[in-house]
């Protein structure tokens, strides 16, 4: 009997790691057949981005575009074969705010496992 596949590591990131990439941690946390962590790219970040929460990741997800633009100065050499993808969320909105879950589930629906 094979073991059940590994589910998906997904890492969502922002600048500071308070509002919009703990809120997509938390959304997706639950979902069926993925993981979740979260980090910033500031320095004061909450959880601030490290190249182990990278090499963990299956998937980066980050919030805005300058976020991979910043992703890649900073950390190219733990990059390599990681898939990351701008989910387009502007900076407006508070932790687990209705509207921004309701962004995130909709920007999210395409790169989440059914089920």
Not at 45 to 71: I, K, Q, S, Y
Not at 102 to 114: G, W
Request: hydrophobic content about 40%; overall charge positive.
């Amino acid at each position: 009997m094979n073991p059940p596949p590994r589910a998906r590591r997904l890492l969502f990131v922002c600048s500071r790691n308070r509002l919009r990439s703990p809120t997509a941690e938390q959304v997706f946390a639950d979902w069926p057949g993925v993981e979740t962590a979260s980090a910033g790219l500031d320095h004061d970040a909450e959880v601030p981005l490290t190249p182990e929460l990278l090499v963990w990741a299956d998937t980066v997800f980050v919030m805005e575009r300058a976020h991979r633009g910043r992703l890649s100065r900073r950390f190219r050499a733990h990059l390599d074969g990681k898939r990351v993808i701008c989910l387009d969320v502007p900076d407006r909105y508070a932790y687990m705010e209705p509207a921004l879950v309701d962004l995130l589930r909709r920007r999210m629906a395409a790169h989440l496992p059914s089920g």
